[in-house]
């Protein structure tokens, strides 16, 4: 196994660089669908993938879930030498998934119209969000499969070649939404199309990795194991949930700014949501770059050494907390550009503020998520599921309720900041009570 290298710093640098920009190409594959069916089809066509999004975060979540609690427990093995069982750990979690992925293709295809419903698709954008939703749940497997590949593929050592796929099904993606957006004109449906393909063909790239002569996880027999799908399960759990959570915000968002503001405003956040996203999954690919790392030198009982790596991975999200709020407090007019044309001046002016206000989030949200992660990896994993609960769930829909009490619809640009403050004091009880019994 390629987890100890030559310093733990340069190892902790070789794992999450490629993770943080792993996360990005994923985030970007939402985004870059949102770029394109802005200019391609209309604003309305944009909110709709938009309300789409939490559709698409409840599969990378699933993905997520599994992967990370399977990562978590096949580097524990690995650091107790327990190669076998490694095999037969990572074959079951493939296996988990492709069922689970066909059982939900099913569900939704046979219940679309409902599903958008529920969703928050509006009497106008109804018809996109059936079409975007329609055209992606086919390739359900795929966008599952590949996440957990990802992750999967880091901890068999080879972060940089996880990197090198994800940036070629990007780039790929790219060449086909313009091809079936703006060249063909297949609209929305377009746009998720490209973003499907671009998802099988970098699973073609995984296989050819875990199935090739270099790959120490392997394909292999195994009997069903519900207890380690019970293991996997509570170890993922915080993590998926932090994806998942993404989608939950902008779902619960989308309900009050289309009551309080207007459907309008809708547009401003999904500008929002995207940047948020970055950032956010930003601050996860520290966690998971870094997980690997402390699950091993966890099964090896090296304390120290796991608590250096969240050192660093606490340093790396403040960097780059305060880059993520420099960059949208002073470049918010042009990140709003590439989303809404130039006659819409009045909703330029008003996206850029709303994104300057949520931006103060990031300053803080860093910190939660990559501790939250440090407790994944050392499998204290109901630590680390409190603190995502409160984080995407608990303190930020009491936030978002008492700002719009208190400030009516302005206060929704806000919630985000308090909700991140108050989970902050939870993450720091929960941590020195760990620190205590250790």
Same mark, same amino acid.
């Given at each position: 196994?390629?987890?100890?290298?030559?310093?733990?710093?340069?190892?902790?640098?070789?794992?999450?660089?490629?993770?943080?920009?792993?996360? $990005?190409?994923?985030?970007?594959?939402?985004?870059?669908?949102?770029?394109?069916?802005?200019?391609?089809?209309?604003?309305?066509?944009?909110?709709?993938?938009?309300?789409?999004?939490?559709?698409? #975060?409840?599969?990378?979540?699933?993905?997520?879930?599994?992967?990370?609690?399977?990562?978590?427990?096949? #580097?524990?093995?690995?650091?107790?030498?327990?190669?076998?069982?490694?095999?037969? !750990?990572?074959?079951?979690?493939?296996?988990?998934?492709?069922?689970?992925?066909?059982?939900?293709?099913?569900?939704?295809?046979?219940?679309?119209? *409902?599903?958008?419903?529920?969703?928050?698709?509006?009497?106008?954008?109804?018809?996109?969000?059936?079409? +975007?939703?329609?055209?992606?749940?086919?390739?359900?497997?795929?966008?599952?499969?590949?996440?957990?590949?990802?992750?999967?593929?880091?901890?068999?050592? &080879?972060?940089?070649?996880?990197?090198?796929? =994800? =940036?070629?099904?990007?780039?790929?993606?790219?060449?086909?939404?313009?091809?079936?957006?703006?060249?063909? $004109?297949?609209?929305? /449906?377009?746009?998720? =199309?490209?973003?499907?393909?671009?998802?099988?063909? =970098?699973?073609?790239?995984?296989?050819?990795?875990?199935? *090739?002569?270099?790959?120490?996880?392997?394909?292999?027999?195994?009997?069903?194991?519900?207890?380690?799908?019970?293991?996997?399960?509570?170890?993922?759990?915080? @993590? %998926?949930?932090?994806?998942?959570?993404?989608?939950?915000?902008?779902?619960?968002?989308?309900?009050?700014?289309?009551?309080?503001?207007?459907?309008?405003?809708?547009?401003?956040?999904?500008?929002?949501? &995207?940047?948020?996203?970055?950032?956010?999954?930003?601050?996860?690919?520290?966690?998971?770059? /870094?997980?690997?790392?402390?699950?091993?030198?966890?099964?090896?009982?090296?304390?120290?050494?796991?608590?250096?790596?969240?050192? +660093?991975?606490?340093?790396?999200?403040?960097?780059?907390?305060?880059?993520?709020?420099?960059?949208?407090?002073?470049?918010?007019? *042009?990140?709003? /550009?590439?989303?809404?044309?130039?006659?819409?001046?009045?909703?330029?002016?008003? @996206?850029?503020? !709303?994104?300057?206000?949520?931006?103060?989030?990031?300053?803080?949200? %860093?910190?939660?998520?990559?501790?939250?992660? +440090?407790?994944?990896?050392?499998?204290?994993? &109901?630590?680390?599921?409190?603190?995502?609960?409160?984080? %995407?769930?608990?303190?930020?829909?009491?936030?978002?309720?008492?700002?719009?009490?208190?400030?009516? %619809?302005?206060?929704?640009?806000?919630?985000?900041?308090?909700?991140?403050?108050?989970?902050?004091?939870?993450?720091?009880?929960?941590?020195?009570?760990?620190?205590?019994?250790?």
């Amino acid at each position: 196994m390629k987890l100890e290298g030559t310093s733990i710093k340069q190892d902790f640098l070789k794992f999450i660089i490629p993770s943080v920009i792993a996360q $990005w190409v994923f985030t970007l594959y939402t985004m870059i669908d949102g770029v394109f069916v802005a200019r391609g089809v209309s604003e309305i066509a944009l909110t709709a993938v938009n309300i789409s999004f939490p559709f698409v #975060a409840a599969l990378f979540s699933i993905s997520l879930l599994f992967a990370v609690g399977t990562s978590t427990v096949v #580097a524990i093995l690995l650091g107790e030498g327990k190669q076998k069982r490694v095999n037969e !750990v990572f074959t079951q979690n493939i296996t988990v998934l492709v069922v689970v992925s066909l059982a939900i293709t099913t569900v939704v295809l046979l219940n679309l119209e *409902g599903f958008a419903k529920f969703l928050g698709a509006t009497q106008g954008s109804l018809p996109y969000v059936k079409e +975007y939703i329609g055209s992606l749940v086919p390739f359900a497997v795929a966008f599952i499969l590949s996440y957990s590949f990802e992750i999967l593929i880091k901890t068999d050592g &080879y972060p940089q070649k996880a990197t090198a796929i =994800v =940036v070629v099904g990007a780039v790929m993606n790219c060449i086909l939404d313009y091809l079936f957006v703006i060249v063909f $004109w297949w609209g929305v /449906s377009g746009a998720a =199309v490209a973003t499907g393909i671009s998802q099988v063909f =970098v699973i073609v790239l995984y296989l050819w990795h875990f199935l *090739g002569p270099k790959a120490t996880l392997r394909f292999t027999k195994f009997r069903l194991d519900l207890k380690l799908i019970g293991r996997e399960f509570r170890n993922g759990l915080s @993590s %998926g949930v932090t994806e998942m959570s993404a989608g939950i915000i902008v779902f619960f968002f989308n309900l009050a700014i289309t009551r309080y503001i207007g459907e309008d405003a809708l547009v401003s956040y999904t500008i929002v949501s &995207y940047i948020n996203s970055i950032v956010v999954m930003s601050m996860t690919g520290i966690a998971q770059g /870094s997980q690997p790392l402390i699950s091993y030198y966890h099964g090896k009982k090296e304390t120290a050494t796991c608590r250096k790596l969240l050192r +660093y991975g606490l340093i790396s999200a403040a960097v780059f907390s305060l880059a993520s709020v420099a960059i949208c407090v002073f470049g918010a007019k *042009g990140i709003v /550009s590439l989303f809404v044309s130039a006659e819409l001046s009045e909703l330029r002016s008003y @996206s850029a503020n !709303v994104l300057q206000i949520f931006s103060l989030s990031f300053l803080i949200a %860093g910190y939660n998520v990559v501790v939250g992660g +440090y407790f994944t990896s050392i499998e204290y994993a &109901y630590s680390a599921i409190i603190i995502t609960l409160a984080r %995407g769930f608990v303190t930020l829909l009491s936030a978002l309720a008492l700002m719009i009490a208190i400030f009516g %619809g302005r206060g929704i640009w806000w919630a985000p900041l308090v909700s991140e403050i108050v989970c902050l004091v939870l993450t720091a009880a929960l941590f020195r009570r760990y620190r205590k019994r250790k």
